[in-house]
């Protein structure tokens, strides 16, 4: 890194990485200021697929991993909502795994033998869940006809994707010019969300015997904020858009499955097409 940095060739021993580790991390930049600092680095605006490079979110990756935040008392959580917000499509390898590590280490200790609340992350707040399904995103999946929707949703999907495509941000310099958001962006960030509240409630399940013996209190999210997810909706939209989620469908699917199974019957996943006659897929219906 510091070669490429400066642009020299050294040549370094293998034997002498081990001290220079410990005089970096240690010495120059130790975990609590590194910690410090990330929390300050701004979101990579319009994240997705198409942004290469080394970005901020593999660093908070990394360090949820290590769980540096936690331990040094940083807060993340106010970062992690930031670039769930700013997701787009198609979704970044990374952020499945960034929710993955967040939830985490909120909810596993950093060893069996640590049960200290002050050495766990703070979870997002129901409101800031709210918010991000308050925008309502209508838009017809392929194999759905128009006329599924009614008018009244037609005109509701135009002014959505007026609404939508009309809402500027600045983009991060790696974000290759990319300034405005899409109904994909949208329903991205929706998914990103609904995986991260399934995955959650699903961690919370696993852990409950950990979590009752140890006396802690750990968040619980509503049955009312369960009962205002658009779960079909967005579990129908991820199964037609597979190709632009990295992989998150499956995970996604499981965790609907184990958590709402009454939206994941066999027969909703039989759609009869006069056509081309049966095939694999959600049949949405939506009310006019």
């Known amino acids: 890194l510091v070669c490429a940095t400066l642009g020299m060739k050294m040549t370094v021993r293998t034997a002498n990485m081990t001290r220079m580790k410990q005089i970096f991390i240690n010495d120059i930049f130790p975990e609590s200021t590194v910690a410090a600092h990330a929390v300050k680095v701004p979101v990579t605006r319009n994240l997705s697929a198409e942004v290469h490079g080394f970005l901020p979110v593999h660093c908070m990756h990394q360090l949820l ?75 017809n999946l392929p194999g759905e006809s128009s006329r599924s929707t009614g008018g009244a949703s037609r005109s509701a999907s135009m002014a959505s994707r007026r609404a939508l495509s009309s809402t500027s941000i600045r983009d991060h310099k790696s974000g290759r010019g990319r300034t405005e958001r899409t109904v994909d962006d949208n329903l991205c960030v929706q998914m990103c969300m609904l995986y991260y509240v399934l995955l959650f409630e699903d961690v919370r399940l696993a852990n409950m015997k950990t979590i009752l013996s140890s006396g802690r209190k750990v968040q619980r999210y509503t049955a009312e904020l369960f009962a205002e997810l658009p779960v079909k909706f967005l579990l129908s939209a991820a199964e037609s858009k597979q190709g632009q989620l990295e992989g998150m469908f499956p995970s996604l699917l499981k965790l609907c499955a184990t958590q709402f199974p009454h939206l994941c019957l066999v027969e909703d996943w039989i759609r009869v097409d006069s056509t081309s006659g049966p095939k694999c897929g959600f049949k949405v219906k939506m009310s006019p």
């Open 65 to 139: 991993k290590s769980r540096v935040f936690s331990k040094h008392k940083v807060s993340i959580k106010a970062w992690i909502y930031r670039q769930i917000c700013s997701a787009a499509s198609p979704l970044h390898p990374v952020l499945p795994a960034l929710i993955e590590a967040y939830v985490q280490s909120i909810l596993v200790p950093p060893s069996p033998r640590s049960i200290h609340t002050d050495q766990l992350n703070q979870p997002l707040t129901e409101q800031e869940i709210k918010s991000v399904f308050s925008k309502m995103v209508i838009d």
